[in-house]
């Protein structure tokens, strides 16, 4: 198991959502996220129907679900599918660490049809166009 998974944590981290969790947005609170014994520090927080710790809101994942969810009024967002994903390429403190990013829920990967098998016995039709007369 990586040691970040075992850190524990009031809010969500990009361990984890991985490649994509789809959650339901239940509403935003302002609250103090700062660690304990810390100056208080107040961010807005957005928590989740399903059995999941809140998400810290910055900026860009602000802008991103007001982008995805078609409002900017936060309380239009309740009720409202998104998907939590691990984007890679977001900066802290100057350096890629990776991080928390909002997507649409209908931009979820779809999941990929299996494979036709083919019987041997009675193979498909050859296509006429591959027969030189």
């Known amino acids: 198991m990586n040691i970040n998974q075992m850190k524990p944590s ?24 700062a ?10 927080v957005m928590h989740f129907q399903e059995a999941l710790n809140p998400l810290v809101m910055n900026w860009t994942n602000l ?16 009720g409202k599918q998104i998907v939590l994903f691990n984007d890679p390429n977001v900066s802290f403190g100057g350096k890629i ?5 909002i997507r649409s829920a209908e931009q979820a990967a779809p999941q ?4 036709k098998k083919v019987d041997e016995r009675n193979p498909p039709p050859a296509d006429d166009s591959s027969i030189p007369f």
């Open 10 to 33: 009031k809010f969500v981290k990009k361990e984890d959502v991985g490649d994509g969790m789809i959650v339901t947005i239940a509403n935003m609170t302002n609250e103090n996220v």
């Open 63 to 78: 802008q991103l679900c007001a982008q995805v969810t078609g409002s900017d009024d936060t309380d239009d967002w309740t």
């Open 97 to 101: 660490t990776g991080g928390v990013r």
């Open 112 to 115: 990929a049809a299996p494979a």
């Open 35 to 44: 660690m304990d014994n810390q100056p208080p520090e107040m961010k807005w």
